[in-house]
Every structure is written in structure tokens, then in C-alpha cells.
């Protein structure tokens, strides 16, 4: 393992850019588990009367009522999006990386790479953001930062129901906000989204041909055509270029592409804390 991860750094050290394709699994290496004992501590109430297992799955229950899915749902983006992660998984990601020419694309959406030091000029948050609103219907494709509101529902909800008076609504045409989260066809992709999505398309046109790493860390196979697919194709097109897969129990590289890849199959937060400790061993 310590032989890849050495094969690894020495990619990063020589590439002209590195592109990081970031999944679940990451946020997860990071701390952000969504069920077990980090679940049962936030949501014991839903558990008790729903009888859920996971985070995840919970969100996509009917509620009856706005003030309970804004109960259940501001604990989510607070715990998710206006906390921490645990481990310092993130931060050391960015050690490795802070001084290359490097862009990120991830499906996460807890904003956890900004808190960490990245660039948000160099992040493209494909799927969203726990931290915007946006109108339910959509009637038009402005979101809303809702912080405040998040906080405010989390301190002053009782018995599973938020006040009614913190329940959002569009501001222009008044129905319920929502999620600014890629669930179905209502996803708005904002003025911040088309942005990010021509830094990308820009970043991977001045460095089509040339040395180029591409990392991908902990993308499994619910959404392989945003970031795991682009990526085999990628390197496969440009001879320079070269594919690195870490993820624990879900690493694959096509055969097409074995020559220039590195798979790895661990914890991510466990290989970048000793890829961060060789670092700094040699300075």
C-alpha cells in the first residue's frame, strides 16, 4: 500500500494539474456517516416513530406536514452542511494539492472542500448545495442562502415540528421552497452552477493532451457519468495522462486503462493522512 500511495504523490508532484473528482465516500472517510450512532444521536424522535435506519432514506419520507419535513430536514443541513466533519480528512486532501493547478468535481453537496481551504472558483458542486433554497416548483432559477433560517428551525423546534412562521416560501410566485439538491427534474442550476460548469469545461480544455492527474476519491456507481466515466475516458483519450481510483471496497480500473492508473483499495482518510505524514518526513 505505502509503495502506491508513494506512486501516487510522485503523480501529484509532477502533473501539470490535477483534477479531483470527489464522491460520498469521502465525506463519509470524513466523518460524515449517515446512520449508525451519528444518526441515532440527531434523529432518536424520527427513529422512534418511523422506525428509520439511515439519514438518507428518511428525507424521502411523505411527511404530513411542512413543519415536521423542515424539522427533520433543517437537523440534516445543519448537521451536514453548518458543522465540521469530524476528521480532518478534507484538510489534508488540500495539503497535497493547495500548491498544484488543480480544479474539484464533486456530487457532494456539504461544502466541506471550501471549509477546508479550497478555491470556490476551482469547485463545481454538480449536484447541488445543503446550503441554498430554491422555489419547490420551480418558477425560476435564483437560489437562496438559508443559513439563518436553518439555524433558527433547528433551536426553536418542539416535538417534531418547526414553527410555522420559519417555513420558507418563493418570494415570487409563494409556493414552499425547496432543496437545492438534484433529486428530480426540478433542480435549478443557477447562475453559480453555469459558472462552475465553464471554469470546469475551460480547465479540462487547457490541459487536454498535457500531464494531467486525474484523482477520483470515494465515487461510487449511483452517478458513474459525472465524474467516474469522464475520467476512464479522459485518460484513455490523452497517453499523458493518469487515472488514481482510492476507494474502500468500490476501487476498479478498466483494463483499457491500466497502464496509466493506480487503484487503490482503502479508506481514503487513512491513505491521505500518511501521504500527508511522508510529506512532511521529507521537508
Known amino acids: 500500500m505505502r509503495r502506491s500511495i508513494e506512486k501516487v504523490k510522485k503523480k501529484i508532484e509532477r502533473a501539470d494539474a490535477v483534477v479531483i473528482g470527489a464522491g460520498a465516500g469521502l465525506s463519509a472517510s470524513a466523518g460524515f456517516a449517515y446512520s449508525g450512532k451519528r444518526f441515532e ?114 433551536a426553536e423546534q418542539e416535538n417534531m415540528r418547526s414553527p410555522s412562521r420559519l417555513i420558507s416560501h418563493c418570494p415570487v410566485c409563494g409556493a414552499p421552497m425547496s432543496m437545492n439538491l438534484r433529486a428530480d427534474s426540478t433542480f435549478v442550476e443557477d447562475s ?36 467516474k466515466y469522464p475520467f476512464w475516458q479522459m485518460t484513455y483519450n490523452n497517453p499523458n495522462a493518469a487515472y488514481v481510483c482510492v476507494n474502500l471496497s468500490e476501487a476498479y480500473i478498466p483494463p483499457e486503462i491500466r497502464k496509466q492508473s493506480i487503484c487503490i483499495d482503502q479508506d481514503i482518510g487513512d491513505i491521505l493522512k500518511i501521504g500527508r505524514a511522508s510529506c512532511r518526513e521529507r521537508v
Not at 475551460?202 to 493532451?209: A, E, I, L, P
Open 41 to 154: 444521536d440527531h434523529f432518536a424522535d424520527f427513529i422512534e416513530k418511523y422506525g428509520f435506519r439511515d439519514m438518507y432514506s428518511a428525507g424521502f419520507y411523505p411527511y404530513s406536514t411542512l413543519e415536521e419535513y423542515w424539522a427533520y430536514w433543517s437537523r440534516y443541513i445543519y448537521i451536514n452542511r453548518y458543522q465540521n466533519a469530524p476528521k480532518s480528512v478534507y484538510n489534508d486532501l488540500y495539503d497535497l494539492v493547495q500548491d498544484k493547478d488543480y480544479f474539484v468535481l464533486t456530487t457532494n453537496v456539504d461544502h466541506c472542500f471550501q471549509k477546508a481551504g479550497f478555491d470556490k472558483h476551482r469547485l463545481f458542486y454538480t449536484q447541488g448545495d445543503y446550503g441554498l433554497w430554491q422555489c419547490g416548483k420551480p418558477c425560476h432559477d435564483t437560489t437562496y442562502d438559508n443559513e439563518t433560517i436553518i439555524k433558527k428551525m433547528v
Open 192 to 227: 453559480g452552477w453555469q459558472t462552475a460548469a465553464r471554469r470546469y469545461q475551460n480547465f479540462t480544455r487547457r490541459h487536454k493532451g498535457s500531464d494531467i492527474l486525474y484523482l477520483e476519491l470515494g465515487v461510487g456507481a449511483n452517478t458513474p457519468g459525472i465524474i
